[in-house]
């Protein structure tokens, strides 16, 4: 079965929201060991932001009339759209940027809803992770509680828009052993990171459960 992975670290080495995705998809190859993974990497290769707005006005209905522009926009936002359709599972790996959703990811996000196939929830009951990844620490009671302004929103497009069957891996503290004003959170960083990879790792297998577990009732439907 198989799985579309993005992901949207700028880095390109050192990812540590790479890292966790690829606990991820080594645990959902235990059972879908010969399966190709469709890659999209929108941190590294950007879409351009251009292409929304193209894509958006373009008139669908008369392609004849579209310039080379529009057309390109047009080709790109159904290539995007036909990757997450072909696609039995997902997988997302989007760091935290300046408190909110970086441009690489909205912009992929605004050009696959372009597509008038990408209506209603159109990804509905497929089941999907989402990888998120702080450089500091927002959780209850801490200095910044309430400043990730990209994680809501982006369970809002994936589970209440397109209608995923969401799990989420969240590591916070990514920074620590890289800003030094953050040393002396190096043990509970250990702590946090150790938990986000158990809890991918069981993600990763909740996909392939999900799927097989969607096999069987597709197989027993036939018989």
């Given amino acids: 079965m198989s799985l579309f992975r993005l992901d949207a670290s ?3 080495e050192g990812s540590v929201s790479r890292a966790i995705a690829d606990i ?3 645990s959902w190859r235990k059972e879908n060991s010969e399966v190709e993974v469709t890659r999209r990497h929108v941190g590294t290769e950007p879409i351009p932001s251009t292409s929304w707005a193209l894509s958006v006005f373009a008139n669908r209905d008369d392609i004849a009339s579209l310039d080379l522009e529009q057309k390109a926009a047009v080709d790109l936002a159904a290539a995007l759209t036909d990757e997450l359709l072909a696609a039995d599972a997902l997988l997302l790996a989007v760091p935290l940027y300046n ?3 970086s441009e690489h990811f909205k912009t992929w996000v605004d050009m696959v809803i372009s597509d008038p196939r990408a209506k209603g929830q159109f990804l509905k009951d497929r089941p999907a992770v989402l990888v998120v990844v702080r450089g500091g620490a927002y959780g209850a ?5 309430g400043w990730d302004h990209a ?10 828009v397109w209608g995923l069957d ?15 004003a953050l040393d002396e959170f190096k043990g ?15 993600h990763g297998q909740h996909l392939s459960t999900s799927l097989a577990s969607d096999r069987a009732v597709s197989a027993s439907s036939l018989s």
Avoid: C, K
């Fill in 24 to 26: 991820v998809e080594e």
């Fill in 99 to 101: 408190f909110g959703v």
């Fill in 141 to 145: 009671g801490t200095p910044r509680e």
């Fill in 151 to 160: 994680t809501s929103w982006i369970r809002r497009i994936l589970e209440d």
């Fill in 10 to 12: 700028i880095r390109r």
């Fill in 166 to 180: 969401l799990r989420v891996v969240e590591t916070e503290f990514t920074l620590v052993g890289v800003n030094p």
């Fill in 188 to 202: 509970l960083a250990a702590e946090m990171r150790a938990e986000s990879e158990r809890v991918a790792a069981e």
